[in-house]
């Protein structure tokens, strides 16, 4: 039997958005789209490979691995699941972080067959200012989001995390965001993965 290869295209430059979203390119795949923002090195890359359970999107220890935007259909939801490059990491070249916010903003505010947006969190911090200012600017939108707290391996104890909960509900009270939007995960805790499978 041969695996069909989920990935789809990548999106490099904001000039080719309107061919993707608006002229019907993603007629044919599944549908809706699903995209995982959040700053750079917070495991979007491995959560979308955990979720997908395969290798598909790159990963690094070093920040700023993804550097445009990955589409790859995710048969077992039958939606189409996207890894955007990440915001907000001083060691990356301003200039680079530029090119990338423009792109992400563009992309998130221009493809109308985005259903819902994951927001990933360092659970060991919570949302730092870029990451507030950046599920404002998703909310702006109208886009649903879905909060994820990763590497909550990290954590030591099971108090450290309720307690991280808390203070992430706590932060993000201004916003429409509902404890049951709010997950945790771990890409070595299966049940942690399942579970936000089974809830996208
Ligand atoms: N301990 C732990 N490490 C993780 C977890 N998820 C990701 N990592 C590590 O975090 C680092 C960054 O992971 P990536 O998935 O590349 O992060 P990203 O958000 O895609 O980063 P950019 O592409 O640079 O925006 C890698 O070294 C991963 O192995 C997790 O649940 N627990
Ligand atoms: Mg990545």
Redesign the pocket.
């Known amino acids: 039997m041969t695996t069909k290869d989920p990935f789809i295209v990548t999106l490099a430059d904001t000039a080719q958005i309107p061919k993707l979203v608006k002229d019907g390119f993603f007629m044919g795949y599944a549908q809706p789209r699903i995209a995982?923002v959040?700053?750079?090195?917070?495991?979007?890359?491995?959560?979308?490979?955990?979720l997908m359970q395969q290798r598909v999107?790159?990963?690094?220890?070093?920040?700023?691995?993804?550097?445009a935007i990955h589409f790859f259909v995710y048969e077992k939801i039958g939606k189409i699941i996207a890894?955007?490059?990440?915001?907000g990491?001083a060691k990356?070249p301003k200039e680079e972080q530029k090119d990338w916010s423009k792109l992400i903003g563009s992309y998130i505010s221009q493809d109308s067959g985005l259903e819902q947006v994951l927001i990933?969190f360092d659970s060991r911090h919570g949302p730092t200012d870029d990451d507030i200012q950046a599920l404002e600017y998703i909310l702006k939108q109208g886009i649903p989001v879905r909060v994820i707290l990763?590497?909550?391996?990290?954590l030591k104890t099971q108090s450290d995390r309720a307690r991280r909960k808390k203070e992430v509900l706590a932060a993000l009270s201004d916003y429409q965001v509902l404890a049951e939007d709010l997950f945790w995960?771990?890409?070595?805790?299966q049940r942690s993965i399942e579970f936000l499978r089974k809830n996208l």
């Open positions: 995982m959040g700053r750079s090195n917070v495991g979007k890359s491995s959560l979308l490979n955990a999107a790159r990963v690094s220890q070093t920040p700023g691995k993804t550097k890894d955007l490059p990440g915001y990491f990356v990933l990763t590497k909550t391996d990290k995960v771990s890409v070595d805790d």
